[in-house]
């Protein structure tokens, strides 16, 4: 990967050789866990420059502590989230909403936003989730006794519920994971023609509900009212699209996480198989050891952080991967402990940007690994093949071939970075 250029304000010595995209922290370790690699920062410094840690031609600072994160995170005056993400991919300017609104008005949407994603809509939907799940893993189970748990089970599920979250029909199931799989992975030709479509998409479901409400996400959206106005077209794009970009990567990923963990952890399966109840708190732990996201702020002015020079325009980094490996925050980080109590981790990121969808996200998890452990007899990696993983602004598994099909000696099959 191509360094950007370092700033002249950037002092040499705190430029640091690391990338979550392509860290040489990442490459192949002795047991291929890209997130333990990452952990490396943390005998360095708490900020340093990395000209390698992003691919908007732009270097990022990096914080490692997690306390210091939480800082960045809530000092909303000093560091913003308005980037236009997705738009910039088109060559347009219009923020993802919530996401890339600034305080205060990134309340106003926030609590139009809220309720739609409540512990109490979760728990109403939790049904839909389980019975997805279900179908999902039946079928698998009824044609042999491997899959690749990505493509078979962890991004269609993800996709399946966003579907349903919206009030669609399944049968649009696989051009939706084509879009999503084109946008998230594709190459510089897929991903802006990916995005167009789903734009689109959204514009033309809006439109719609707009003509014929239904009893749907969309349509709430569509007739609702904010500062005493309806939203424009416009930002009913920039939530359906964040809707839509939010939750398929990060669930997917936590599934795989999961599942590739348990994989490799034969005693740590059959705590969760014999006691399901522990699935809960191990799923927080998993989210704890396993987070996927790379949060980045831009500065609004100049400020000396903790000795270093962060000016205006300049990106600033915070990691949860990084964050949920700090020392100080918890003990023996490295260490995946499944009875893990008084978790504060920060998969869900902090500050008024928290994740908006935690609840949902979390019982995607759960749902999906009770009904896992239920119907698959003990799996482990399947042999003569090894998950790639992947870094990047949101940390992935790109394939995971599980196999159930007779005992084999403990502790084998690896997880590899790419
Ligand atoms: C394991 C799964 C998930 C993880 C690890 C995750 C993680 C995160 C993180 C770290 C943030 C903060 C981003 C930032 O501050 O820059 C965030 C924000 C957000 N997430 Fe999630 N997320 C997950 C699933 C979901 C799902 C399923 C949805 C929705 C359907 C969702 C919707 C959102 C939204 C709308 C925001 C922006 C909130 C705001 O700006 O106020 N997420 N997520």
């Known amino acids: ?147 690749d748990v990505m493509k078979d089970f962890a991004f269609p599920f993800a996709v399946n519920i966003f579907l349903r979250f919206l009030g669609l029909p399944d049968h649009r199931l696989d051009t939706f994971v084509g879009w999503a799989k084109d946008l998230l992975h594709g190459d510089d030709l897929r991903r802006p023609a ?72 034969l005693e740590d399966q059959e705590l969760l198989r014999n006691e399901p109840d522990r699935i809960v708190l191990a799923a927080e732990e998993l989210l704890r050891a396993y987070p996927s996201v790379q949060m980045i702020r831009v500065a609004r002015k100049d400020i000396d952080f903790k000795g270093a020079p962060i000016r205006k325009g300049d990106f600033v980094s915070c990691a949860t991967m990084i964050a949920n490996r700090d020392p ?16 504060p981790h920060a998969a869900f990121g902090y500050g008024p940007h928290r994740c908006l969808g935690s609840h949902l996200a979390r019982r995607e998890i759960v749902v999906g690994l009770e009904e896992w452990m239920a119907r698959i007899p003990p799996f482990r990696i399947k042999e003569a093949t090894a998950p790639i993983t992947h870094g990047g602004h949101v940390f992935g598994i790109e394939n995971l071939v599980l196999d159930w099909a007779r005992p084999r000696p403990r502790g084998t099959g690896h997880i590899r970075g790419k």
Request: some cysteine.
């Open 194 to 265: 990916a995005a167009r479509t789903i734009v689109a998409f959204i514009d033309e479901l809006a439109a719609m509900r707009r003509k014929e409400p239904v009893d749907d996400f969309m349509s709430f959206i569509v007739h609702a009212q904010v500062e005493g106005r309806g939203l424009t077209d416009q930002e009913v794009r920039g939530i359906g699209v964040l809707t839509f970009v939010a939750g398929l990567d990060t669930v997917a990923a936590a599934i795989g996480f999961d599942l590739a963990y348990l994989a490799r952890n």
């Open 1 to 147: 990967m191509v360094a950007n250029p370092v700033p002249d304000h950037v002092p040499p010595e705190m430029v640091g050789d690391f990338s979550l995209f392509t860290s040489p922290c990442m490459s192949p370790t002795p047991n291929g866990d890209p997130h333990a690699a990452v952990a490396c920062v943390h005998a360095g410094p708490p900020i340093f420059y990395s000209p390698w840690n992003t691919r908007a031609g732009q270097g990022t600072w990096v914080i490692t502590r997690a306390a210091d994160q939480r800082r960045v995170l809530q000092e909303t005056e000093v560091f913003s989230s308005h980037r236009s993400i997705f738009a910039s991919a088109l060559g347009e300017d219009w923020p993802m909403i919530p996401l890339e609104l600034d305080p205060p008005y990134h309340g106003v949407f926030r609590s139009l936003l809220n309720p739609l994603l409540s512990p109490q809509r979760v728990a109403e939907f939790e049904p839909t989730i389980r019975e997805r799940a279900i179908t999902l893993i039946d079928s698998i189970a009824s044609r042999g006794t491997s899959c």
């Open 328 to 343: 100080t925050e918890f003990e023996a980080p490295n260490t995946v402990d499944l009875t893990r109590e008084g978790n």
